[in-house]
């Protein structure tokens, strides 16, 4: 990591803002068990040592949290991807160092977890998963040359948009073992997002003009890690046409809400380039929040098509 340039000297400033916020962390987060959400007691062998394989019937999930829990566990799967870059940009040493560990060893848990709850209770086709698992990762995850100062600012929204991600999911499976399984995880989130948000609070008072520009380009770029996951797009129109994460969730739930936490809108300390990165931002910020609505018109329109031919569109 160039020392010489002047996001690495922003990250080497919040060296004790992270060493701070990883103390409340640690503070904060609760110890949980993966084997505790899980119903054992619903297990049995598959064929391989005598018993049944899957077959569809076997689910309790319809298609929508079927596509939901496929993705938000791919996507959990391509951990030693995500550490490689945090490790990468944020490096093993001191505050830094430990945060990564600790936020690889949280995030650990949520595959666990998501894997024994649906092989357990055949809610998908645990061949077809193991299969995506291993395509994934061989593929991995290359967030490309993002900045350091990038970084943290990606993660702020990625973690926020996991967190709504997993607690809808919960809401849409209809099963209150896999709801409540979702709500712990996405309570990590929740603790990991407070986390970045933090550091990029920190980093705009250090240096507004850098922070604010990388806060805009990681904005108006921002994909979800597991875009280049077998079959994503498909998944995720399924999901957004249940509302479990849509453009207008984006916009409200997780893009508005930090941006008013660092109040980007209300700050008067950015120069030229802070300033046109403000704007680049602003005008991104109108077309999404129209373009967000739009697609919840189209969506209550389909709704109201099923709903006249008797059918119940999925919803959350």
């Given at each position: 990591?160039?020392?010489?340039?002047?996001?690495?000297?922003?990250?080497?400033?919040?060296?004790?803002v992270?060493?701070?916020?990883?103390?409340?962390?640690?503070?904060?987060?609760?110890?949980?068990?993966?084997?505790?959400?899980?119903?054992?007691?619903?297990?049995?062998?598959?064929?391989?040592?005598?018993?049944?394989?899957?077959?569809?019937?076997?689910?309790?999930?319809?298609?929508?949290?079927?596509?939901?829990?496929?993705?938000?566990?791919?996507?959990?799967?391509?951990?030693?991807?995500?550490?490689?870059?945090?490790?990468?940009r944020?490096?093993?040493?001191?505050?830094?160092?430990q945060?990564?560990?600790?936020?690889?060893?949280?995030?650990?848990?949520?595959g666990?977890?998501?894997?024994?709850?649906?092989?357990?209770?055949?809610?998908?086709?645990?061949?077809?998963?193991?299969?995506?698992?291993?395509?994934?990762?061989t593929?991995?995850?290359?967030?490309?040359?993002?900045?350091?100062?990038?970084?943290?600012?990606?993660?702020?929204?990625?973690?926020?948009?996991?967190?709504?991600?997993?607690?809808?999911?919960?809401?849409?499976?209809?099963?209150?073992?896999?709801?409540?399984?979702?709500?712990?995880?996405?309570?990590?989130?929740?603790?990991?997002?407070?986390?970045?948000?933090?550091?990029?609070?920190?980093?705009?008072?250090?240096?507004?003009?850098?922070?604010?520009?990388a806060?805009?380009?990681e904005v108006m770029?921002?994909?979800m890690?597991?875009?280049n996951?077998?079959?994503?797009?498909k998944?995720?129109?399924?999901?957004?046409?249940?509302?479990?994460?849509?453009?207008?969730?984006?916009?409200?739930?997780?893009?508005?809400?930090?941006?008013?936490?660092?109040?980007?809108f209300?700050?008067?300390?950015?120069?030229?380039?802070?300033?046109?990165?403000?704007?680049?931002?602003?005008?991104?910020?109108?077309?999404?929040?129209?373009?967000?609505?739009?697609?919840?018109?189209?969506?209550?329109?389909?709704?109201?098509?099923?709903?006249?031919?008797?059918e119940?569109?999925?919803?959350?």
């Amino acid at each position: 990591m160039p020392q010489t340039s002047p996001q690495a000297a922003v990250l080497t400033e919040l060296e004790p803002v992270v060493a701070e916020n990883l103390d409340r962390h640690i503070r904060m987060a609760k110890e949980w068990h993966p084997h505790d959400y899980v119903p054992w007691d619903e297990g049995r062998n598959f064929a391989f040592l005598g018993g049944e394989d899957w077959s569809p019937e076997q689910s309790r999930l319809d298609a929508t949290a079927k596509a939901a829990m496929f993705v938000n566990l791919l996507t959990e799967d391509n951990l030693p991807s995500y550490h490689r870059e945090i490790a990468t940009r944020f490096g093993r040493d001191g505050a830094w160092g430990q945060w990564v560990g600790r936020w690889t060893a949280e995030e650990g848990r949520h595959g666990i977890a998501l894997r024994d709850y649906l092989v357990v209770t055949r809610g998908v086709d645990p061949v077809e998963l193991e299969r995506a698992r291993m395509d994934y990762m061989t593929t991995g995850y290359d967030s490309g040359d993002k900045s350091p100062l990038e970084a943290v600012a990606y993660v702020s929204f990625q973690e926020l948009a996991t967190r709504v991600s997993h607690r809808n999911t919960g809401r849409a499976t209809g099963d209150p073992v896999a709801d409540k399984l979702l709500a712990r995880i996405a309570t990590d989130e929740n603790l990991h997002m407070i986390f970045y948000r933090n550091l990029v609070t920190a980093a705009f008072d250090i240096d507004p003009d850098e922070t604010m520009k990388a806060v805009a380009t990681e904005v108006m770029n921002f994909e979800m890690p597991g875009a280049n996951m077998a079959n994503f797009r498909k998944n995720s129109t399924i999901i957004a046409k249940a509302g479990i994460y849509d453009l207008r969730l984006h916009h409200d739930e997780v893009v508005a809400p930090i941006l008013r936490t660092w109040k980007v809108f209300d700050r008067s300390d950015f120069g030229p380039e802070g300033e046109q990165a403000r704007e680049r931002l602003a005008e991104f910020l109108t077309g999404l929040d129209a373009q967000a609505t739009r697609f919840v018109e189209s969506r209550e329109r389909m709704r109201a098509r099923m709903a006249a031919k008797g059918e119940t569109p999925v919803q959350v």
